[in-house]
Nanobody, 118 residues
Framework: QVQLVESGGGVVQPGGSLRLSCTTS?????????LGWGRQAPGNQRESVAS???????NYADSVKARFTISRNNAKNTMDLQMNGLKPEDTAVYYC???????????WGQGTQVTVSS
């Protein structure tokens, strides 16, 4: 059974940076067609933030374009989300997910809290 574990969350001031990481157990990261990040703020639905396919194609939510960068390192079995220029509205629990094939439902991690506050 696949498990995903996130790390790297924390508290940062507006304009600051954080790097989130996600690793998999049960299956190596390279097996998955798509990996990505979603987030959920209190009172809101979970929303997609960024994704990356096996061949490196990336996709970003408009709200994070030019500020966030997603990457995957199959050799290290990690996927990262570099977040720069953080804003208070980026505050949320961030979840990584994996998808074995394009049409499969995602498997989510437990989440890591990101708080942007002065």
């Amino acid at each position: 059974q696949v498990q995903l574990v996130e790390s790297g969350g924390g508290v940062v001031q507006p304009g600051g940076s954080l790097r989130l990481s996600c690793t998999t157990s049960g299956r190596p990261l390279r097996d998955f067609y798509e990996l990505g990040w979603g987030r959920q703020a209190p009172g809101n639905q979970r929303e997609s933030v960024a994704s990356i396919t096996r061949n490196g194609r990336t996709n970003y939510a408009d709200s994070v374009k030019a500020r966030f960068t997603i990457s995957r390192n199959n050799a290290k079995n990690t996927m990262d989300l570099q977040m720069n220029g953080l804003k208070p509205e980026d505050t949320a629990v961030y979840y990584c997910y994996s998808r074995s094939i394009l049409t499969a439902p995602p498997t989510w991690g437990q989440g890591t809290q990101v708080t942007v506050s002065s």
